[in-house]
Structures are given as C-alpha cells and as structure tokens.
C-alpha cells in the first residue's frame, strides 16, 4: 500500500536554528498539508498546498514557517528560526482530490527544540 | 469556525465486547467527517469518512459510524473489539470548499483480555 514518508523521524535542534522537515507524498496525490501536535493536545492544521502554491493556511503558520515542493516529489516544511513552543510531532499528509478523499498521513517527525 | 468534541479522553473495554466512541461536532451546514486511528509511534489512518447520503458509513477493520444531523454525533461503532484495537481514536470534522480538518483530542482505547 502506498505510505506518506517522513524524515527524520526525531530531529533535535537549537533555538534560533533553522530546520527543514521532508515528506515524500504519495505519487499520484495532487494536495498537501502539514499538521502538527504539541503533546497532550490536538492534531493542528497548519498548511494545505495544491498546484505549486499554498491554498489555506492557519493563524500558526507565520512568517517563519514556509513550504515547497523543489523537485516534484518532496514536499518540504522550513522553520525559519526554531522557538521552544515548536517542539511537537509534525505530521506530513497527502490526498488525491482533497478533503472530501482523505488524508493519508506519514508518521511523523518529532521536533524537539532544545 | 468548525469544532469537534470527543467527551471521553479513555475508554478500557474488554476484548470481544461492543465499542462506542463518541463526537460532537460544530458546524453550521452539512460538514466532512471523519474517525482516524493513530497506534504508537505511527501515522494517522484513516477508518471511514462521511460526505452525504446513507447516514450509516462503513470503515476499514470493522468499524462503522453514524451521522445524527440532530444530534450533531458522529460516533464509531464496533461490535466485537480486538486487542489489536488499542490505540487513539481521532474524531475530524472538514468544511466544504475548504483544504483544513479539524481534529477532536482523541480518545485512547485500552482492551483488557
């Protein structure tokens, strides 16, 4: 069965540094989001990304946070300049029509920053 | 702004007994909803989604859902747990036109032999 994948799994970082999460979606999906969970709390949306351009985005996704797809199959998440409160599980997804397809979600990508 | 509810945080059910995982959503016209699965150290899957039509879905790995427009209830069903069952259970509500889910806390099944 196709996967969504996710590297690192865990990835250790200083405040102030910069990091970037990869995600390969599945080949044939044409939508991609990036969500996150802060532990013990809810699975956040922060990104949507259709047709080489960001379609949604939330209130958590600021300036420090980008996304690209540079080659047609990763999809990557940038954090500008890591802060303690980014420390959580970044989960990569990919669907082929949509929302109305469901999501396939990777396994994440625990980001501590230290 | 859509919101979802899963009232209970742990439910512990014996192996072979019924299984009723409750969610409330809000949201004000007919919404996307959805139960994912997520077992350690693993992804989210997906078990089943509603969009329109029968109000009784049926998922992957013998669960099903019902969505009570009323009620505004979404709750997963199962008729005989297994132990392989255990893991957090993720009530999501999508909105028409829109990319973004929204995802309830979670509710984590423990199965007692």
């Known amino acids: 069965e196709p996967e969504v994948t996710q590297t690192p799994s865990h990835q250790v970082t200083q405040m102030g540094q910069e990091v970037i999460l990869r995600c390969v979606p599945i080949?044939?999906?044409?939508?991609f989001y990036w969500y996150r969970q802060i532990l013990g709390q809810k699975v956040e949306f922060l990104v949507s990304?259709?047709?080489?351009?960001?379609?949604?985005k939330s209130e958590i996704f600021d300036d420090q946070f980008s996304v690209e797809r540079p080659d047609g199959s990763n999809f990557t998440l940038k954090i500008r300049s890591t802060k303690l409160e980014d420390s959580a599980m970044y989960f990569c997804?990919?669907?082929?029509?949509?929302?109305?397809?469901?999501?396939?979600f990777g396994s994440g990508t625990r980001l501590t920053v230290v | 702004a859509q919101s979802v509810t899963q009232p209970d945080i742990h439910i512990t059910v014996s192996e072979g007994a019924s299984l009723e995982l409750r969610c409330n959503y809000s949201?004000?016209?007919?919404?996307?909803l959805f139960w994912y699965v997520q077992s350690p150290g693993q992804g989210l899957q997906l078990l089943l989604k509603?969009?329109?039509?029968?109000?009784l879905v049926q998922g992957i790995k013998g669960f099903e859902a019902e969505f009570k427009r009323s009620q505004s209830s979404f709750n997963l069903r199962k008729p005989s747990v297994h132990w392989s069952d255990a893991a957090e259970y993720f009530c999501?509500?999508?909105?028409?036109?829109?990319?973004?889910?929204?995802f309830g806390i979670g509710t984590k099944l423990q199965v007692i032999p």
């Open positions: 997804a990919s669907s082929v029509g949509g929302v109305s397809s469901g999501y396939t």
């Open positions: 080949s044939n999906h044409l939508y």
């Open positions: 990304f259709y047709n080489n351009e960001i379609s949604e």
């Open positions: 949201y004000g016209a007919t919404p996307y």
């Open positions: 509603y969009f329109s039509g029968d109000t």
């Open positions: 999501a509500v999508g909105a028409r036109g829109y990319q973004k889910v929204t």
